[in-house]
């Protein structure tokens, strides 16, 4: 149905582009018109589509809510309001053909009867009322091919708009962003306190799946979880911090126009490869390299997941990063800096740590802080290296879990509806989110003073 | 006074520390790529036995059901003491579960010719890894082939009955619980149907807010706002965006989960501030004469930015585009999210129907405890990189030609 | 004649891969006394300064030949050490450049470098002695500690010829150091010359014929690459003996 309207109209729309544009071609032979002809013609495509698709998403929306609302009190035995938005779910995934499932419920089969009726009526009222709203328009729009129509002022009115949304709807996607996870993040907060997520010492979300089991209660406190987080997040800067830094160093400072070209692309190819990749490459390589390093060394208890492997793979992931935001920082520094330096009879490394690390301090840290977060946000890597376990533990060789892990776990799988196992997903990225937005503003504006600095 | 000698000497370690760490950056590189080839070139052949079939052309095809059919040929080839059930199901089990497809198929090919000698059949993964030698011959087993069937093997081998043929499953199946029969074509599939709709999306809003920002907006506190908050949301953790495409486009639009259309919306929103970012860029490298010299003939400022800007800054957007979508093919957390991980044996046939994505993809078949999808996962990675080569090869000819242009 | 000689530089000839920017210099620069190098932008003036203390090793693409005598020891010598050289020949820049490091560390970085001081006292006395030399301790006293780029562009100036004093070098070089000031902080550079050359050699670029005949003693004047004459400022400036000087000091090139 939707497709044949939008099929119409669009149909609609361009003979109203030929049929205007031609118009307003003749009127042109004689008269010397404000706009070009495919302006007039451009005009009525614009009338004739625009409105009707701001009709039909409008509507879509709308009828959504209303039928969504009505759909509950077939439901109204049920007291869960969780449950209740479940099994509402079910009956539009039925209808729309997503699921197959059919749920035990008295109100389920009339729920589906009245969901069809009332689909079939909005989706006719739905048409006429579209199709008529861009006849109309495209009719009106014919009246005004004539001498003095601005149709391109109009047109491009409509375009400023269109790009001013463009540019607005950024904006939408970190509200978007926000209040998505606020929301399930503030339900969470209703089962589990705030100050015993924040800061309890035992995470074991796994326990909250059936009300009758021992323990059923389930702990929510996310400190070994962050903790996990950090401890890989850490071991990861100990491994791209150095190499990272030196390499910068090595490239802007003492390799060859030569070298550099080639050596600075090759490690920002470690960038590009996909995180999934390096996941693997950690569980098939660098894993079985560790747990024989252990054994060489009569080291047994080293865990397979232990925080050392994904951590450190998480490090070659994040050396890029620091890498190329050290060496913009570093050849950001003027270069009478180092010619006075050099000239005072310091060596190229005296006057690397004397003056030009001084120098471009802040614009290192801002690296360091934009790498630390990249790896807190990281997600495939931990996922397949890492352990769901969360130990409260800073042994890098010990099986920790990190945030990301934790979101992978609670939301993959067989997933509840509205049980504090789901929302505590939600509020473990609000953390994620807040902490690397953080990170991420202080870093930008620790950069940005220093870029001006040099200005 | 500070000795000279000492201090060259330092001079000399602290480059050397630059060249080891340059050295290990490369070597890390080289090595995952050497790991991932390596293990990963061997799933491009695939193990075939050769089954002796002798059913003349005059036989109704449709009367003869491939199973049995080709399990009785394949246990005549061998000396009549495979007697005992277990002894046959053991030697059976060295052709793949796929086999028997392959025989229908070549069945119905052939329907009124005769079909005589020896023909190829997919051998098992146990079997497979074998030949390849992934697993070698421990006194008289051989991985999790047992003594019984590896006398067989060698009566195969022997009888140049068993060899490596070029994988036609790797690109033409989607998964499988069969490692023999598993292939990515399902999830290069799919991932293109989130990639063009991922595209769609976010080039033309990212490209319209571009040119509202850099040439349209006024500066004030607003385009500030807009501004920062772009740079911040490019630098918003991939999961994050996961859970808004569950959020949002799953639970409150009530999208179908799995679908290559919500994964393709959720990286559209991912890869946006990349685009934006870069297309600014591009845009503001644009020299402001060129839009003087329009304007002063006349032209009006969308006309300009149209006609004259866009156009002239089209390499440079075009190369951030890439950038951005190359980054959303390797993506895989955010598909994770929105329920794209989902064991899925066919191939989907549009952007609404259940998929995997390529690196999800990878990422199922390196968590299987099968040996054999090792190198299959290995496999998938080296195609996957292949596109991110392309992309990128794409994105530096791109830039070539901006470049040339002043 | 009194005068003694300090460096010499004989059949220099400096390359820029294959570019030749420097043809067969011949050049003497007499014991405390200020030599000028005058001529059109790109005639090698810099490029000669810079040969004197082997800044342009820092060129990958650098290639010299020839020699250059300091106490009639080559210093291109392999048993040379840079670092060594450039504590005896100090350089100033054409932009004032100093670290953004207090005033007090900017001047002390020489001598902590080297290891030339054993204690605090020492290096107080070093840097109030560097600073004094300069003309900027006056100004600077009460504030050795704030940032040396928080200065005026000739004090930050000064702050760098104080910082090229403090580690003691016999030979100063100076690149075009008052081209990025104004006419009263150039007085004032002018004025320390005249006192520095008490006790040091000095070689200075500069683009202005009346600089040089202000300060210096000597005069060479180069052009593209060659050098065309040197003698006596004052020959120099009043009778040159070459058409290619006179037209550049008369004002038609240049």
């Not at chain 2, 246990?75 to 086999?99: C, H, I, Q, W």
């Not at chain 2, 790797?170 to 069969?178: P, V, Y």
Request: with cysteine.
């Amino acid at each position: 149905m939707i497709e044949i309207l939008l099929i119409t109209i669009l149909s609609l729309a361009l003979y109203g582009f030929a049929l205007n544009k031609k118009k307003a071609k003749v009127l042109s032979e004689i008269n010397i018109l404000h706009s070009q002809p495919h302006y007039h013609g451009l005009y009525t495509a614009f009338l004739t589509i625009v409105p009707a698709i701001i009709l039909l998403i409008s509507w879509s929306f709308i009828m959504n809510i209303i039928m969504g609302a009505n759909l509950k009190d077939y439901f109204s035995d049920i007291t869960d309001a969780g449950l209740v938005e479940f099994y509402t779910n079910g009956v539009i995934d039925y209808v729309e053909g997503t699921t197959d499932a059919i749920i035990d419920h008295v109100g389920f089969i009339p729920a589906v009867e009245y969901y069809q009726s009332l689909q079939k009526t909005s989706s006719i009222l739905q048409f006429i009322v579209t199709l008529t709203l861009a006849l109309i328009l495209f009719r009106y729009s014919m009246r005004f091919v004539e001498v003095q129509f601005k149709a391109r002022d109009h047109i491009e009115r409509v375009v400023v708009i269109i790009m001013r949304a463009s540019a607005v709807f950024a904006i939408f996607v970190t509200l978007g962003i926000v209040l998505s996870l606020l929301f399930e993040t503030l339900r969470f907060f209703d089962s589990v306190n705030v100050f015993d997520f924040l800061f309890g010492l035992h995470w074991s979300p796994q326990m909250a799946i059936r009300a009758d089991q021992v323990g059923s209660s389930g702990s929510f406190g996310a400190v070994p979880v962050f903790t996990g987080t950090l401890l890989i997040s850490f071991i990861a800067m100990a491994v791209a911090g150095p190499i990272g830094m030196y390499s910068a160093i090595y490239l802007s400072q003492y390799a060859s126009d030569r070298v550099r070209s080639y050596a600075k692309p090759i490690i920002e190819i470690l960038a590009g490869i996909p995180t999934v990749v390096y996941g693997f490459f950690a569980v098939i390589t660098v894993a079985p390299f560790f747990r024989d390093l252990g054994a060489f060394l009569t080291f047994t208890n080293m865990s397979s997941e232990s925080a050392l492997i994904a951590g450190s793979v998480l490090g070659i992931m994040i050396i890029p990063f620091v890498a190329s935001l050290t060496d913009d920082a570093l050849t950001a520094v003027p270069k009478s800096l180092k010619e006075g330096s050099l000239a005072m009879g310091a060596t190229l490394s005296e006057t690397t740590k004397k003056v030009i690390i001084p120098a471009s301090f802040h614009g290192i840290v801002g690296s360091f802080l934009l790498a630390f977060s990249r790896a807190i946000g990281e997600t495939m890597i931990v996922v397949m290296a890492a352990g769901f376990a969360a130990n409260l533990t800073f042994n890098p060789f010990d099986s920790v879990s990190t945030v990301t892990v934790q979101i992978v776990g609670l939301l993959t799988g067989d997933q509840e509806f509205d049980s504090p196992k789901t929302l505590s997903a939600f509020a473990l990225a609000f953390v994620l989110f807040f902490i690397t937005l953080i990170l991420n503003v202080i870093s930008l504006s620790i950069v940005k003073r220093y870029r001006e600095q040099y200005e | 006074m500070n000795n000279i000698s000492s201090r060259n000497q330092s001079e000399k370690r602290f480059q050397f520390y630059g060249k080891v760490a340059v050295t290990l950056a490369i070597s890390f590189l080289v090595i995952l790529l050497y790991n991932i080839f390596s293990t990963g070139i061997s799933a491009f052949q695939q193990t075939y036995v050769a089954v002796k079939l002798d059913i003349p052309a005059s036989v109704d095809k449709k009367s003869i059901n491939p199973r049995s059919y080709l399990n009785k040929s394949f246990l005549e080839m061998f000396p009549p003491e495979v007697k005992s059930r277990n002894e046959r199901k053991a030697v059976l089990s060295l052709l793949s579960k796929g086999a028997k497809y392959e025989f229908q198929e070549l069945l119905e090919d052939n329907e009124s010719s005769s079909l005589q000698g020896y023909f190829w059949f997919l051998a098992s993964a146990d079997l497979d890894m074998y030949i390849k030698g992934t697993v070698k011959r421990q006194g008289d087993t051989a991985g999790r082939l047992d003594e019984v069937q590896m006398q067989y093997v060698d009566i195969l081998e022997s009888k140049n009955l068993v060899e490596l043929q070029s994988n036609k499953y790797l690109f033409s199946a989607a998964d499988s619980r069969e490692p023999e029969m598993a292939g990515i074509r399902g999830a290069i599939i799919g991932s293109l149907y989130a990639i063009l709709i991922a595209f769609l999306v976010s080039f033309p809003i990212a490209v319209l807010s571009a040119v509202y920002l850099e040439k349209l907006a006024s500066k004030n506190k607003f385009s500030d706002l807009i501004e920062t908050n772009i740079n911040n949301l490019a630098a918003v953790p991939s999961i994050v965006f996961g859970l808004l495409g569950l959020a949002i486009f799953l639970n409150f639009f009530n999208l179908p989960r799995s679908a290559p259309l919500v994964g393709g919306l959720t990286l559209a929103l991912m890869t946006l501030p990349t685009i934006v970012i870069a297309s600014r860029a591009a845009i503001k490298s644009v020299p402001p004469s060129i839009e003087e010299a329009a304007i002063g003939l006349g032209a009006s400022k969308v006309q300009t930015i149209f006609g004259f800007t866009l156009p002239l800054a089209m390499p440079g957007i075009l190369t951030g585009t890439i950038i951005g979508i190359a980054q959303a093919i390797g993506e895989t957390a955010p598909l994770l999210m929105i329920g794209m991980v989902a064991f899925v044996v066919d191939i989907p046939g549009g952007p609404m129907e259940p998929s995997t994505a390529l690196p999800v993809q990878i990422f199922l078949w390196a968590d299987s405890p099968e040996r054999a999808f090792t190198e299959r996962t290995s496999a998938a990675i080296m195609v996957l990189l292949v596109f991110l080569v392309l992309l990128n090869l794409t994105a530096i000819y791109l830039r070539k030609k901006l470049e040339k242009k002043w | 004649m009194t005068e003694q000689l300090k460096l010499s530089i004989k059949n220099l000839n400096v390359f820029y891969g294959d570019k030749q920017a420097l043809y067969n210099i011949n050049l003497n620069i007499m014991e405390k006394e200020v030599t000028s190098l005058i001529g059109p932008s790109g005639c090698g003036k810099s490029t000669l300064l810079k040969c004197i203390n082997r800044m342009n090793d820092l060129v990958e693409i650098c290639k010299t030949d020839g020699q250059v005598l300091l106490d009639s020891k080559d210093i291109n010598d392999a048993s040379q050490d840079p670092v060594l050289l450039r504590m005896k020949v100090g350089m100033v820049f054409q932009k004032p450049n100093p670290f953004p490091k207090s005033i007090y560390d900017n001047v002390a970085f020489g001598p902590t470098l080297h290891g030339m001081t054993n204690s605090k006292e020492e290096l107080d006395h070093v840097v109030i002695e560097s600073l004094s030399k300069s003309g900027l301790y006056d100004e600077v006293k009460d504030r050795l500690f704030d940032p040396g780029t928080g200065l005026s562009g000739g004090q930050q100036q000064r702050l760098c010829i104080a910082r090229a004093l403090a580690v003691n070098p016999e030979i100063l070089l100076m690149d075009e150091p008052c081209s990025a000031l104004d006419p009263i902080a150039t007085a004032k550079i002018e004025d320390l010359i005249a006192e520095l050359k008490e006790q040091y050699t000095i070689v200075i670029v500069t683009h202005s014929m009346q600089q040089a005949a202000r300060v210096s003693d000597r005069t060479a004047y180069m052009h593209m690459g060659e050098l065309i004459e040197s003698g006596l400022t004052k020959t120099i400036f009043s009778n040159p003996q070459h058409q290619k000087t006179q037209d550049y000091i008369t004002g038609r090139i240049g």
